[in-house]
């Protein structure tokens, strides 16, 4: 059995990585590597084809190169859009299906990756964390990749023909410092904009270049006839190390992991050419090499079905790896089978590579712009009514509240549930907001702490405050304490949390801190147990604790509001309800172990408060219901809309008054 059979298995390992992350299997955690597997093969696979063109004719055949390249690709992931967004419009409402059209067009367009790179600056891990076309992020880089690597390498071959004998050293030489650049790059980016290092096309490079290095340097695979007695071993260990590396027993940021599955991958790759192992048996088996050969079909349809099971059943996390790779590898065989043959195998078609380029191009342009919107749109399933916590029906005698006949669920949708400040948390420009005459407020905190920033604004105006901001999306306001949620935040959480607690505190020495945080996803009512993230959050509160009291400043701590659910939120249940007390939810009335904490450091220290506004947005609490006085409350399970944020500007002012903070 050829050596592609056994890359063929390593897909398969490849993409099943990926399903049981995305399905949330938190013994595969790191998962996403499955990707990074990919962009190495591809690299060296697309290389291979350019190589023997290079070495037939002198010069790479743009015009059979791209149109293969787009049979290949194009009919499956058309079939696959347009599919996902028929079967998403059936499970969604009109806001959230309007909020991803774009995000389908980005996806036709194959630039999903970059438009996913800037709806995160409005939300960390938030919003395209939904999308049903999420995954596409990566099919954007390899498209992107395909269209330019040929370029690059046939420009660079010209221009390196006048040195004959070594054109191939100094090509390879050249490819292995962008590469080297690229990673550096990665490298830096994830301190700074975790998004933008592990979505950007640039900082994905270094992959792609170290599978197109092994197909450069054909001598790397000769040189292992001295050592072939540890191709196998070093193989099989790359394998095993793959799958090691997708566990949490493997620590690091995912750039780290990225380059740790790439040496693997290039490892593999070598020693399957020396020897078609390692594993001949595994990889080399039938089973393994046909989900292989459709692993795009299985990767393009595996997200999609994953979300829309999130949307229709409570599924554990076992459960849904285990129904999306099979729904997902059976419509992966079908689109195989009914599409992507018969745009693959038709010689005729190699007549005509021009005509099948620019056709290629012309349906995605003409699906992504003109078609995906009134195909959604007109496909959505009938009206359903879904129930988060009915508060009681009409023949129980309960009057049950009519949804006002001007909500727009999906302007509420657009307005988000903050403005942008302009405040840089890692740098601090731009977050002194307001210059009062009272007393100096700092705000630290998460997404919680953005969501009330015009609330704040207004409470500082009107009692003539100065206000500074240092809060971030995603990153908690206890030094040392980082949400599992978004590992990729870190780095740039401990640069803010690093920079507020030396020198903000020491140098703009306020007068308050308050400081607002998140109910963390997950969270479960009852007493701290003391494993995991508990016993890291109350070390880190007390430590944060102490050393704000120290500095000098008066600690005021908004405790975490209570939380809805997110499938669906109140604000998806309403745009299939009839009534507002369909998507009413249920908070616990007694504390979560969180607020205790808080409550018991309030009691140890005069200079700290502990502040509960459960009652300002959940008045009838244990019941939350979507409105309050005619204003919607919630823009997702854990942060309020827009207007409704501003409306608690009087109850913030209130508490700095009521505690006499408002003086400097």
Known sequence: MGYRAHLDGVRTVAVYLVVLFHADVQRFSGGFIGVDVFFVLSGYLVTQVLMRDLGSGGRVRFGRFYARRFRRLLPASALALLGTAVAYSWVVGPAELSESIEDFQAAFLYVANWFFIRESSDYFASGEAVSPVLHFWSLAVEEQFYLVWPLLLGGLVSLLTRFADRMWAIATAVVVVAAAASFGWAWHLSTVAPDRAYYGTDTRAYQLLAGALVAMTPSLVNRWRRLDSLAVPVGLMALVGLVVASTPSVPGRPVLRGMVATVFTV??????ERRRGPGGRFLGWKPMVELGRISYGTYLWHWPVIVILGRIGDFSPWRTALLAIAVSTGLAAISAVLVEMPFRNPSRLDQVPRL????????SLLLGLMVVRPLAESS???SRQRTITAAGSASDGVVLTPIPDDF???AVKEAGYSVQSGCDAVTGEGCAVVDGEGAHVLVIGDSNAIMLTEALISMAESEDLTLTLASNNGCAWQRGFFYESNPDARPMCEKIQERVYGEVLADANPDVVLAIGVLPAGTRPGPYSGKGWEQENRSATRDSVARIIESGARLVVIEPLPRAGNDPTPLGCLETASYQEQCSFTTPTDPYWIEDDLRALDAANDAMWSIDLDLAVCPDKPVCRPFIDGTFVRWDGGHTTREF??????????????LGLTDG
């Open 408 to 410: 727009d669920a999906v």
């Open 645 to 658: 944020g501003v409306t608690l500007a009087d109850d913030l002012a209130a508490v700095l008054r009521d």
């Open 356 to 363: 099948v380029v620019v056709g290629g191009l012309s349906t």
């Open 380 to 382: 959505g399933g009938p």
């Open 267 to 272: 490892a593999l790759i070598v020693s399957i």
